[in-house]
């Protein structure tokens, strides 16, 4: 199941699956974590353009940049051996619950001005 599931149908899944497999099996994981921190740059570079001068051009190729990361991260989480699966979702949850802590603090303060 791909990031993206809730908006494909299943054969769209399954193809972004197989596709990123195929991918990540040809370049091999150390290649693709170097090429998602490339891409994770190009993204971050689109969206402050798109933010600072917004447009179609720029919204679409924010967009674009933002499809690399997502095939990017589906070739890593698939590249994880299930010990390293469960380690990287551990971290994922903490990293939630730190920022919804953050969140209802806002709240808290928010109340208090």
Avoid: W
């Avoid at 993206?4 to 150390?30: C, M, N, P, S, V």
């Amino acid at each position: 199941m791909t990031i993206l599931y809730q908006f494909l149908t299943r054969d769209e899944d399954i193809y972004i699956t197989t596709a990123a497999g195929e991918i990540l099996k040809h370049y091999g994981a150390d290649n693709q974590l170097d090429k998602l921190a490339e891409e994770c740059a190009e993204f971050a570079a689109a969206r402050l353009k798109n933010r600072i001068s917004p447009s179609q051009e720029a919204a679409d190729h924010e967009m674009d940049e933002l499809a690399d990361v997502i095939v990017m991260l589906e070739q890593i989480v698939q590249s994880q051996k299930p010990a390293q699966g469960r380690r990287l979702a551990g971290h994922v949850m903490v990293k939630l619950d730190r920022q919804l802590r953050r969140i209802s603090q806002e709240g808290e303060r928010d109340v208090r001005a």
